[in-house]
Structures are given as structure tokens and as C-alpha cells.
């Protein structure tokens, strides 16, 4: 089973959401990972807003340090603007999506970042298959 690490700086948005994202339409056929380089206390209130309104609950994660041992344990690792800050190991694949940060964005905007984050869920679902 392939396991994918999506990692941001804060791990309270744009990870979070993409992680929903694939858990929700990838299932078990997945292992999903999620992390940032300098954890927010909580999650983005407005990202679980806008994930529950598409019928996935992101209201009990975490966030959580991004860690050696995280990537190690992952075939993809997927960056959203945490820059250097991830640990790069041969033979992993990486790949950076360009995504607005949604922190201290309205509803309006985060709905944006949430349908772009699917598109891309989907695409990478395509690809692992």
C-alpha cells in the first residue's frame, strides 16, 4: 500500500485538508500521513468549515511536527510551501503544489484552496493506481 506524507509549515490547513481529501477518496488503499515543519496549535477553524461542508470532518486532527521518520516512512511526499524545511531522502518521490495559504482567509477563499486540493487528491489517486 503506498503512504503519502503531505506537509505545510503549519500543518493546520492546506495539509490538513489534502489529507481529508485522500483519506475520504482513497479509502484504505492509502496510507495518509500529515505533518508541518512549525505545528499551529490547532487547526485552520475556517479549513474545518470548509471541509465539513463537503461531508469530511478534519475536526479531530492534530497537528503534528513534521518528522525524519515521517518521510523515511513514505513513498510520496508532497510539499505546500514549507521550503526547505523537508528532509529530501533518494528514492522518494517528491512534489511541491503551489497553493494559497488559507490561514486568515474567509470561507469564500478557503473553498478555493479546498476544490484545488481535491483536484490535485484525484490526480495523484489516478497516478498511484
Given at each position: 500500500?503506498?503512504?503519502?506524507?503531505?506537509?505545510?509549515?503549519?500543518?493546520?490547513?492546506?495539509?490538513?485538508?489534502?489529507?481529508?481529501?485522500?483519506?475520504?477518496?482513497?479509502?484504505?488503499?492509502?496510507?495518509?500521513?500529515?505533518?508541518?515543519?512549525?505545528?499551529?496549535?490547532?487547526?485552520?477553524?475556517?479549513?474545518?468549515?470548509?471541509?465539513?461542508?463537503?461531508?469530511?470532518?478534519?475536526?479531530?486532527?492534530?497537528?503534528?511536527?513534521?518528522?525524519?521518520?515521517?518521510?523515511?516512512a513514505?513513498?510520496?511526499?508532497i510539499?505546500?510551501?514549507?521550503?526547505?524545511?523537508?528532509?529530501?531522502?533518494?528514492?522518494?518521490?517528491?512534489?511541491?503544489?503551489?497553493?494559497?495559504?488559507?490561514?486568515?482567509?474567509?470561507?469564500?477563499?478557503?473553498?478555493?484552496?479546498?476544490?484545488?486540493?481535491?483536484?490535485?487528491?484525484?490526480?495523484?489517486?489516478?497516478?498511484?493506481?
Amino acid at each position: 500500500m503506498p503512504s503519502v506524507l503531505f506537509v505545510c509549515v503549519h500543518n493546520a490547513g492546506r495539509s490538513q485538508m489534502a489529507a481529508g481529501w485522500l483519506r475520504e477518496l482513497a479509502g484504505d488503499r492509502v496510507e495518509v500521513r500529515s505533518a508541518g515543519s512549525a505545528p499551529a496549535d490547532q487547526i485552520n477553524p475556517v479549513a474545518v468549515e470548509a471541509m465539513r461542508e463537503v461531508g469530511i470532518d478534519i475536526t479531530n486532527v492534530q497537528p503534528k511536527i513534521l518528522t525524519t521518520d515521517a518521510v523515511e516512512a513514505s513513498d510520496v511526499v508532497i510539499t505546500m510551501g514549507c521550503g526547505d524545511a523537508c528532509p529530501i531522502f533518494p528514492g522518494k518521490r517528491y512534489e511541491d503544489w503551489q497553493l494559497d495559504d488559507p490561514a486568515g482567509q474567509g470561507i469564500e477563499a478557503v473553498r478555493e484552496i479546498r476544490d484545488e486540493i481535491r483536484a490535485r487528491v484525484e490526480k495523484l489517486i489516478h497516478e498511484l493506481a
